[in-house]
């Protein structure tokens, strides 16, 4: 069974970088599409950045083009998540998910995602 844990949230200010790491255990995530997804309170949860098994084709929101980079280590397991020059309306709950997925190939419903981390908070405040 695949187990994802995110880590690497916390309190920046706006303008300050942060770097989420998705951590997998159980099964190895050489076949698996990775996104991660965000949700603000009272909002719906939303793509942030996915990418293909392979790494080769990220996919990004509009609103974090340019500032966020997602890649992946297969070698460690593990998915990561740069944010750079973070805004106040990037503040969410960030998760990170998993799901078996053909190559270049991941996904941008959450629906389509089985494997899900608890989240880690971001908060972006002066």
């Known amino acids: 069974q695949l187990q994802l844990v995110e880590s690497g949230g916390g309190l920046v200010q706006p303008g300050g970088s942060l770097r989420l790491s998705c951590a997998a255990s159980g099964v190895s995530l050489d076949y698996y599409a990775i996104g991660w997804f965000r949700q603000a309170p009272g909002k719906e949860r939303e793509l942030v950045s996915c990418?293909?098994?392979?790494?080769?084709?990220?996919k990004y929101a509009d609103s974090v083009k340019g500032r966020f980079t997602i890649s992946r280590d297969n070698a460690k397991n593990t998915a990561y998540l740069q944010m750079n020059s973070l805004k106040p309306e990037d503040t969410a709950v960030y998760y990170c998910t998993a799901d078996r997925a053909p190559p270049y190939v991941c996904y941008v419903s959450p629906g389509l995602y089985d494997y899900w981390g608890q989240g880690t908070q971001v908060t972006v405040s002066s």
């Open positions: 990418i293909t098994r392979g790494g080769d084709i990220p």
